[in-house]
């Protein structure tokens, strides 16, 4: 089941929200939720559910042993088992196939179906068991609310990432705000609009061009292919990570944000801070600060981030093209960092540069393998040959819907001001005016400064924000329906989560 089916949008999630708001204990309500996200789990994946489980009792029971017993070899066994089980699901036919053809041997390789959102459920209990270690969270001694915090639905399939400590208050006690649900039921639909309209679009081009052969391709197909590409991940990746966010506040959580308009970046650098922003948190936090960070000199931090990347290709997906795009764009972090020129670029030309490395990495993310990946590129930069073939495969891409939501793609993603000289993103004003307003009044107690925040935060929108308010809920209702009519009338509804 996923938050783009009809099953979810029309059974599901209808029944779980009437339910949990209707009930008026907490402890009822957890109880739903859990059940909930194992039936949502088990919907696609019945076996699997247990090895969910299993991961989440784990992790209960080393937290628990590492607070009362012996922290480090606990925590050793714990990041041991948890990758462990990574490795086993994920990476044992890439590991031997690659010996296979190393070594000329014929290994028998095994078929393991691999578990969807393992990588998302794994990360996420490790961060508890590590954060545990670190005391910087209390142990939870309740398995169910572990459970949930692990399974929770929402998040449980494509991220974000979400930190125990981040919802910990509100597994333990949240309130029901309608206003919020409100909010989350409108941020659900404009992600679920990413998905349907714009990603899904983008998905059926760039399926059936990937799916020619090489030699069938020009400059045209190439890189038509590849923009259309960057855009579909963007989408369904932003997308679904905003239906995540809405979600939890419909049911009274709050996860922080995954993306950030990163294709307005103008290096690298900037781009992985806006980019699937819980993993890079995730690995920053878990990888990159115990190996050194930046505190050992400027070639210890090149080979740190180096490994970072090494770290988040393979995350994604059991196959060698994700290792070469988690290297290339270590490559470019690291040369960044040995050549500060690239980072005072003019925005223009530090843009161009950022979005050609982008789309020359991505080419290599989707690519089936480095043969196709390297011929694509190629074609991208010397495919000067318009057979007719070749502009034939192209003319069949250019439809009316492809071309509209392509131009809304680009334009939604940053086109219209990504050179107006700041790349940090609009919420910065309402922070400003939120220090603001706290730092003028230190006397006041803590819900008076918030009251005082959102008053110069509702100054600072003015009448256009009252009259848009209202309005984009119109419109959220309208990309609902839009949606659903499409799903109904069976549209091109790929799932690409199925490597994470």
Same mark, same amino acid.
């Given at each position: ?373 390297? %011929?694509? *590129? /190629?074609?991208? $930069?010397?495919?000067? +040959?318009?057979?007719? !073939?070749?502009?034939? &495969?192209? =003319? ?65 929108? %003015?009448? *256009? /924000?009252?009259? $848009?308010?209202?309005? +984009?809920?119109?419109? !959220?209702?309208?990309? &609902?329906? =839009? ?18």
């Amino acid at each position: 089941m996923t938050f783009s089916s009809l099953v979810f949008l029309c059974i599901f999630l209808p029944i779980v929200f009437c339910l949990h708001w209707i009930i008026p204990s907490i402890k009822v309500r957890n109880g739903l939720l859990v059940m909930a996200s194992l039936v949502f789990y088990a919907f696609g994946e019945p076996v699997y559910v247990l090895l969910m489980i299993f991961s989440s009792f784990f992790n209960y029971l080393s937290a628990i042993l590492i607070k009362k017993f012996s922290p480090k070899p606990m925590l050793f066994l714990s990041v041991v088992v948890n990758i462990g089980i990574l490795c086993v699901f994920k990476y044992t036919g890439m590991f031997l196939n690659t010996i296979n053809q190393l070594t000329g041997l014929s290994l028998p390789v095994p078929e393991i179906a691999l578990p969807i959102g393992i990588s998302f459920f794994t990360f996420q209990a490790l961060s508890y068991v590590i954060d545990v270690y670190r005391e910087r969270v209390e142990v939870q001694k309740s398995f169910p609310k572990v459970l949930l915090y692990i399974s929770f639905f929402p998040q449980l399939i494509a991220g974000p990432i979400v930190k125990y400590k981040d919802i910990a208050e509100e597994i333990e006690g949240r309130t029901l705000d309608q206003r919020e649900m409100a909010e989350g039921f409108r941020r659900f639909i404009m992600g679920l609009g990413k998905k349907v309209l714009i990603a899904n679009a983008m998905a059926v081009v760039v399926d059936n061009i990937f799916s020619h052969d090489v030699s069938s391709m020009n400059i045209l197909v190439a890189w038509t292919a590849a923009i259309a590409y960057i855009m579909q991940i963007y989408y369904d990746f932003s997308g679904y990570s905003d239906m995540a966010i809405g979600l939890g506040k419909m049911f009274g959580f709050h996860f922080r944000e995954n993306f950030d308009h990163p294709y307005v970046s103008v290096n690298i650098k900037e781009f992985w801070r806006r980019w699937h922003i819980s993993l890079s948190s995730w690995f920053k936090d878990y990888v990159y600060i115990p190996l050194g960070g930046n505190r050992k000199g400027a070639i210890r931090t090149g080979i740190n981030k180096l490994i970072v990347f090494f770290l988040t290709g393979l995350w994604h997906g059991a196959n060698w093209t994700f290792v070469v795009w988690g290297l290339f764009h270590g490559f470019f972090s690291f040369l960044e960092e040995f050549v500060p020129r690239i980072r005072k670029l003019p925005r223009i030309i530090g843009h161009i540069y950022l979005i050609i490395v982008v789309t020359v990495g991505f080419v290599i993310f989707r690519a089936d393998s480095m043969s196709q990946a390297f %011929g694509i *590129i /190629g074609k991208m $930069f010397m495919g000067l +040959s318009f057979t007719d !073939a070749s502009m034939s &495969l192209w =003319w069949r891409q250019m439809t009316p819907y492809f071309i509209v939501m392509l131009i809304v793609a680009i334009l939604a993603a940053g086109g219209v001001s990504m050179f107006a000289g700041k790349s940090k993103p609009k919420k910065s004003k309402e922070e400003e005016l939120l220090k603001e307003s706290i730092s003028e009044s230190k006397s006041l107690s803590e819900k008076e400064n918030e009251e005082r925040a959102s008053i110069y935060l509702e100054k600072g929108n %003015g009448s *256009i /924000g009252r009259f $848009f308010e209202p309005a +984009s809920y119109v419109i !959220a209702v309208v990309i &609902l329906a =839009w949606c659903i009519l499409r799903l109904s009338g069976g549209v091109y509804n790929p799932f690409i989560y199925f490597r994470f």
